[in-house]
Nanobody, 124 residues
């Protein structure tokens, strides 16, 4: 059974940092791309980053470039999203997802499998 489980969210002050984790099971992580997305209340789900199976092609949303970094540890079956310099408008539920292909997609509609999400709240 394909499963993805996010963790690491919480409450941070503006300018703070969090590292989110996405633990996966039911498939070989090294074969497939993983995307990170976020959804704030009343908004459409939007991309934060995505990475190819080889990590040779990683895309970041313009708003997160220079502050967000995606990495993976295939031995631990875990993908990470390091977020620095967090802003109020980045408060959202963050999700990881895969479509079981090695190609990274920036459109959430391309993904078939999703985690339950982890809440990130940026507030002073």
């Amino acid at each position: 059974q394909v499963q993805l489980v996010e963790s690491g969210g919480g409450l941070v002050q503006p300018g703070g940092s969090l590292r989110l984790s996405c633990g996966v099971s039911g498939f070989t992580l090294s074969h497939y791309a993983i995307g990170w997305f976020r959804q704030a209340p009343g908004t459409e789900r939007a991309g934060a980053s995505c990475t190819s199976a080889s990590e040779g092609s990683t895309h970041y949303a313009d708003s997160g470039k220079g502050r967000f970094t995606t990495s993976r540890d295939n031995a631990k079956n875990t993908v990470y999203l390091q977020m620095n310099g967090l802003k109020h408008e980045e408060t959202a539920v963050y999700y990881c997802a895969t479509d079981l292909t090695p190609i990274p997609h920036t459109n959430p509609a391309a993904y078939d499998y999703w985690g339950q999400g982890t809440q990130v709240t940026v507030s002073s």
